[in-house]
């Protein structure tokens, strides 16, 4: 079961302009989301969340909203820069289960 | 470096084999997630143990078994493997064993089935 959806599989953007990832979840329990980014070879990496009492979180170019009422976060980076290049994948917790979408794969073109 | 460590970082093995992998919590964490992750798919959440307790459970076949030690390692065992086990495991470590918390993942270890 897919609780956790990211339906874009790729984006392509370019450098300075902004990128927008975008994440939907249908289980209302969960109360705390996260997005990780992943290089090839590597493990996924942390890099910003939010919990379900705030609607914005920000932290530098990356702002993750979330909107409950609709059970969508996204994740904006601003100015992209090709160095974000990378497969983003939102999560969603409850009482340490741990979900995560399929990911996007953000190509940021110089 | 997240303070992870999985090993080995690859194996090699048959179908019908048995293998098990390993996982190095960071210094502190005790909860421990296993994930895997099939060619180009997302990351499929398998199991969580929380201080030696298994907390929640996903999409994990009963050939595979996990178990958190007191030292709060923990071991992911798979076993009777099939050629579509092949996949990247993933171990995540975090403090606290709810929510509101990053979890920090590992190398992962790629595993094929030949």
């Known amino acids: 079961d897919q609780q956790v959806k990211q339906n874009s599989p790729s984006l392509s953007v370019q450098e300075g302009r902004i990128s927008i990832l975008n994440c939907d979840y249908t289980?209302?329990?969960?109360?705390?989301f996260l997005w990780y980014k992943k290089y090839p070879a590597e493990g996924p990496t942390f890099l910003i969340s939010i919990s379900s009492i705030k609607d914005k979180n920000e932290d530098g170019r990356f702002t993750v909203f979330l909107n409950k009422s609709a059970k969508h976060l996204s994740l904006h980076i601003v100015p992209s820069q090709p160095g974000d290049s990378a497969v983003y994948f939102c999560a969603a917790t409850t009482l340490g289960d741990m979900r995560f979408g399929a990911g996007t794969r953000l190509t940021v073109k110089p | 470096d997240s303070g992870v460590t999985q090993t080995p970082k690859h194996l090699i093995t048959a179908t019908g084999q048995r293998v098990t992998l390993r996982c190095s919590p960071r210094?502190?964490?005790?909860?421990v997630y296993w994930y895997q992750q099939s060619l180009d798919q997302g990351l499929q959440f398998l199991i969580q143990y929380y201080n030696g307790e298994e907390r929640a459970k996903g999409n994990i076949l009963e050939r595979f078994s996990a178990q958190q030690f007191p030292d709060l390692h923990s071991e992911l065992n798979l076993s009777s493997l099939e050629l579509g086990d092949s996949a990247l495991y993933f171990c995540?470590?975090?403090?606290?064993?709810?929510?509101?918390?990053?979890?920090?993942f590992g190398q992962g270890t790629r595993l094929t089935v030949v």
């Open positions: 289980n209302s329990m969960f109360d705390y």
């Open positions: 210094s502190g964490d005790l909860s």
């Open positions: 995540a470590s975090s403090v606290a064993g709810g929510g509101n918390t990053e979890a920090f």
